[in-house]
């Protein structure tokens, strides 16, 4: 066996030039090895073969009517191209036309490095990609390649059918490639305007001007008009805020929330929709927020009335570094007397109209008795005594004060609450005239 093949042979007898020869006879043979793709190139690189030449006739005078073929198909097969404009249908046309006329080209000079998306889509308007989806995309695409497939042992040269045919699958990879990057493309487009359009409504809540126009932008992002609104605000993580939009965005979707999202300076703000329970919803986002309070604004119908939601969120954002056993996420609401004492308008007329005035309402002895047991530092006994009444009922009066206001005064931070409540109506009866 070492004498019938001797290692020293062919350095011998064939000189190292001798390399390149495989890939002559490979210029010569009609079929490549399809196990290398990339050798499909070489094997029709040779554009002054006789038979080269003629099926590239072939072909070019058979573009016409394979176009007009796959147009036929596409309105034979696909219902969603018959049910289109006709517009649209013939920029659909123009494209299949192009293809083909690409494919044509790239035939004729395998080995030149041209731009197959601007050759085929090029030809079609932008507008195009938001009228046909990318599935529709495949499907013309598969069509097209379909009717060029069957019309090879017509179109090719005697001997040449394996050589288009090769020739069509590469360049079918190359369309697929080309088809993938036109709408990758285009969804980068959208997605940065989608961007700034969502940034310019969540703005617009935060500032105070929704109005009709935010609305209609916010359904043009798929904005459905949930009946529960609230914001949640919170400190902005360092990093690219596009990852941050998009934790937010998983967050929602497995709490099957609909939310409006953007980070304006170095606050990240949440619209959220869908939920009557904004703790509830502040706790199922508040992953991708950055350490610190998080604060969820009270629910409200619409859009057009989250403005109330994020201003009291905001205020309490503010807020929240006077109540240092805050919980996280916290409610605006429960921030009431930290945004009274910090200026908050709103918090000051929530709490005389929705504690001060019903206590007001609800008989003098209330007030009364509610004052008077805050300044014996919650005693029931001193209560009773100042008041010249039984303990029990002092006891009976406070049930009704937690029964009218929802806040109790046996608890430590409802009882603050309750005072700045006392503190903020008695100031507001002694500004009105006499």
């Known amino acids: 066996m070492r004498q019938s093949c001797p290692v020293p042979q062919p350095e011998s007898s064939q000189p190292e030039p001798s390399r390149p020869q495989p890939a002559a006879r490979s210029s010569q043979a009609p079929s490549p090895s399809p196990a290398h793709p990339s050798s499909s190139s070489s094997s029709h690189a040779h ?18 009517s394979l176009a007009a073929q796959a147009i036929a198909r596409m309105d034979e097969t696909l219902p969603w191209y018959r049910a289109m404009p006709p517009e649209n249908r ?4 123009l494209v299949a036309q192009a293809g083909i006329a690409a494919f044509t080209e790239w035939f004729r000079r395998p080995d030149a490095p041209q731009a197959i998306s601007t050759d085929v889509f090029g030809t079609a308007p932008r507008e195009l990609t938001r009228a046909i989806t990318l599935r529709q995309t495949v499907e013309m695409v598969r069509t097209t390649i379909e009717v060029m497939e069957s019309a090879i042992d017509e179109v090719a040269a005697p001997g040449d059918e394996s050589v288009l045919r090769e020739a069509l699958l590469v360049y079918a990879r190359e369309i697929a490639f ?7 493309q285009a969804a980068e487009a959208r ?3 989608d961007a700034r359009l969502e940034s310019l409504v969540v703005n617009a809540v935060l500032s105070g001007e929704a109005d009709e126009g935010a609305v209609s932008r916010a359904a043009a992002l798929g904005w459905n008009s949930p009946e529960h609104v609230c914001v949640v605000l919170g400190t902005a993580p360092d990093g690219d805020s596009e990852l941050t939009v998009e934790a937010i965005r998983r967050a929602a979707r497995h709490a099957k929330l609909q939310v409006l999202t953007g980070v304006l300076g170095n606050r990240l703000v949440v619209i959220a929709g869908g939920s009557d329970n904004p703790l509830a919803v502040a706790k199922a986002l508040i992953g991708p927020y950055a350490a610190g ?22 205020a309490g954002l503010k807020a929240c570094s006077a109540w240092q056993d805050a919980t996280r996420p916290v409610l605006a609401d429960d921030l009431l007397p930290e945004r009274a004492i910090a200026s908050d308008p709103a918090a000051r007329e929530q709490l005389v109209e929705e504690i001060y005035r ?14 008077v047991y805050l300044e014996q530092a919650s005693s029931l006994e001193g209560a009773a005594r100042m008041l010249f009444v039984h303990p029990n009922t002092v006891r009976y009066r406070l049930r009704r004060v937690t029964d ?8 430590v931070r409802s009882a ?12 507001a009866d002694g500004d009105q005239p006499a």
């Open 404 to 411: 009218v206001t929802g806040w109790s005064p046996s608890d």
């Open 90 to 93: 013939s920029w659909i046309g």
């Open 191 to 193: 997605g940065a305007w």
């Open 416 to 427: 603050f609450t309750l005072r700045i409540a006392l503190i903020l109506g008695r100031l």
């Open 293 to 314: 309070p998080v604060v969820a604004g009270p629910v409200v119908p619409d859009l057009l009335a989250a403005t109330k939601s994020a201003q009291a969120a905001a």
């Open 178 to 184: 080309a088809t993938a990057q036109v709408y990758a």
């Open 358 to 371: 019903p206590l007001e309402e609800a008989g003098s002895a209330l007030l009364e008795t509610l004052s």
């Open 47 to 64: 554009p002054h073969s006789p038979s080269h030449s003629a099926t590239l006739k072939r072909l070019e005078k058979s573009s016409g």
